[in-house]
Every structure is written in structure tokens, then in C-alpha cells.
């Protein structure tokens, strides 16, 4: 269980206690149990993997993207709208392997995906645009990274919604997939990071990586 606040103690009005509360509540509730993490901010209940900060200062700053919050913490009691999805990971030791965000934008060269394949990182994450394009330069410089044996992940830098390969030109979501790249569904590329982290350390294959992440990125 997770909670925090956006006004420090100090302040006259201040979040953090109310949160506090909701949280333990949330923890000590019967139903709360075998939900995994979850993180509790102004009532409302998210689920790990799911959550988002949306907002640099609200008091309920958090969402949980297409899903909508996994429940809500009443005066009288605490409810869950939908069921958690958990598929949890199991590592017996733990490698920090270098894995790297690239984002890309409009004017974007791919300096950056040729340094890191120079410094003969691990992983790449692609933060592509829509469901999940870039432009040829970059396309040019993944193909480089995936015959350097570096696994390189999409994702998208859209709110919502998920990567998918749809367009054949390249630098499009299917010339990425033939290239080798692996999409990571509707997770954002801060998590879609740390989920090729740990399959580095399971040592998930390529063969199998897109497999691995289709189910972790429900």
C-alpha cells in the first residue's frame, strides 16, 4: 500500500494525514487482500502498475489512464469497482541492466539511439508517436540497435490508448515489428522500462519477449 501527499505538513491545510488514513483502511480491509500494489491518494484507490500522475498539484492528482480507478474509500466503507489484474514476477536476484528512454517528436534525429548503441546498452524504449510510429532516421537506427542485439520496446507518448503495429512504411508500428522491435501495449515507457529490466533478468529471450510483454501489459 502506497499513499503520500501534495502539501507538506506545514501548510495549513495539509493532505497527508487524510491520506494516511484512507490508506490504512484500504490495508486492513478484507477485500483489499491479494490485490497487490496499490496506491491510495484523496480516496481514490489505483492500481500499481496502472496509475499515472496527471496533474502537478491537485489534491487528487493520480488516474489510472483508460481503466478508471480500481475503487474508492467511502465514510462508511471501502469499494472496488472491478477486479485487480496481477500476473506477478519472481526473481531470485536482481541486475540493474542499462536500459534507456528515447522520446520521439516531430524534428527528432536519432543521435540518441546511436550513442546508446555505442555504449552497448541492454535495452531501448522507443516513446513513439500514435499508436507507435517513428520516423525512417529512427526506424534506420533500430534496425541497427536490434542487429546489435539490443531489445528495443515501443511505446507512446499518447495519454491513453495502446501501441500496436498498423503502418507498413517505415518507421511504421509493422516495419518496427519485422525489424525486431517488441510494442508494450498500453504501458507508459517509465514502466515499460522497468518490465524490460526484468525480463533481462529472467532472461526472457527475443523469441519470447513480445509474448512476455503481452502479458504483463493487459
Same mark, same amino acid.
Not at 480516496?43 to 500499481?48: A, V
Not at 471501502?78 to 541492466?97: A, G, M
Not at 531489445?151 to 499518447?158: F, R, S, Y
Given at each position: 500500500?502506497?499513499?503520500?501527499?501534495?502539501?507538506?505538513?506545514?501548510?495549513?491545510?495539509?493532505?497527508g494525514?487524510?491520506?494516511?488514513?484512507?490508506?490504512?483502511?484500504v490495508a486492513?480491509?478484507?477485500?483489499?487482500r491479494?490485490?497487490?500494489?496499490?496506491?491510495?491518494?484523496?480516496?481514490?484507490?489505483?492500481?500499481?502498475?496502472?496509475?499515472?500522475?496527471?496533474?502537478?498539484?491537485s489534491?487528487?492528482?493520480?488516474?489510472?489512464?483508460?481503466?478508471?480507478?480500481?475503487?474508492?474509500?467511502?465514510?462508511d466503507k471501502?469499494?472496488?469497482?472491478?477486479?485487480?489484474?496481477?500476473n506477478?514476477l519472481?526473481?531470485?536476484?536482481y541486475?540493474?541492466?542499462?536500459?534507456?528512454?528515447?522520446?520521439?517528436?516531430?524534428? =527528432?534525429? %536519432?543521435?540518441?539511439?546511436?550513442? *546508446?548503441? $555505442?555504449? !552497448?546498452? +541492454?535495452?531501448?524504449?522507443?516513446? &513513439?508517436?500514435?499508436p507507435?510510429?517513428?520516423?525512417?532516421?529512427f526506424?534506420?537506427?533500430?534496425?541497427?540497435?536490434?542487429?546489435?542485439?539490443?531489445?528495443?520496446?515501443?511505446?507512446?507518448h499518447?495519454?491513453?490508448?495502446?501501441?500496436m503495429?498498423?503502418?507498413?512504411?517505415?518507421?511504421?508500428?509493422?516495419?518496427?515489428?519485422? =525489424?525486431? %522491435?517488441?510494442?508494450?501495449?498500453? *504501458?507508459? $515507457?517509465? !514502466?515499460? +522500462?522497468?518490465?524490460?529490466?526484468? &525480463?533481462l533478468?529472467?532472461?526472457?529471450?527475443?523469441?519470447?519477449?513480445?509474448?512476455?510483454f503481452d502479458?504483463?501489459?493487459?
Amino acid at each position: 500500500m502506497i499513499t503520500g501527499a501534495q502539501r507538506s505538513g506545514s501548510d495549513p491545510w495539509p493532505d497527508g494525514p487524510g491520506n494516511i488514513a484512507a490508506a490504512v483502511r484500504v490495508a486492513s480491509y478484507i477485500q483489499s487482500r491479494g490485490k497487490g500494489v496499490m496506491v491510495v491518494f484523496s480516496n481514490s484507490i489505483h492500481q500499481g502498475k496502472e496509475i499515472h500522475k496527471a496533474h502537478t498539484w491537485s489534491l487528487d492528482p493520480f488516474d489510472s489512464r483508460d481503466k478508471g480507478r480500481l475503487g474508492y474509500v467511502y465514510p462508511d466503507k471501502v469499494v472496488y469497482y472491478r477486479n485487480s489484474q496481477r500476473n506477478p514476477l519472481k526473481l531470485n536476484e536482481y541486475i540493474d541492466y542499462p536500459v534507456e528512454i528515447v522520446m520521439f517528436y516531430s524534428g =527528432a534525429d %536519432a543521435k540518441m539511439i546511436e550513442f *546508446l548503441v $555505442s555504449r !552497448k546498452v +541492454r535495452g531501448i524504449v522507443i516513446e &513513439a508517436v500514435g499508436p507507435g510510429n517513428v520516423n525512417d532516421e529512427f526506424y534506420n537506427e533500430i534496425v541497427k540497435a536490434r542487429a546489435a542485439g539490443i531489445e528495443v520496446v515501443i511505446t507512446t507518448h499518447c495519454y491513453g490508448g495502446r501501441v500496436m503495429p498498423l503502418y507498413a512504411y517505415a518507421g511504421g508500428g509493422v516495419s518496427l515489428k519485422k =525489424a525486431g %522491435a517488441v510494442f508494450a501495449g498500453s *504501458l507508459p $515507457s517509465s !514502466k515499460a +522500462r522497468l518490465l524490460l529490466k526484468f &525480463a533481462l533478468n529472467l532472461n526472457i529471450s527475443h523469441e519470447d519477449m513480445q509474448k512476455f510483454f503481452d502479458e504483463h501489459c493487459n
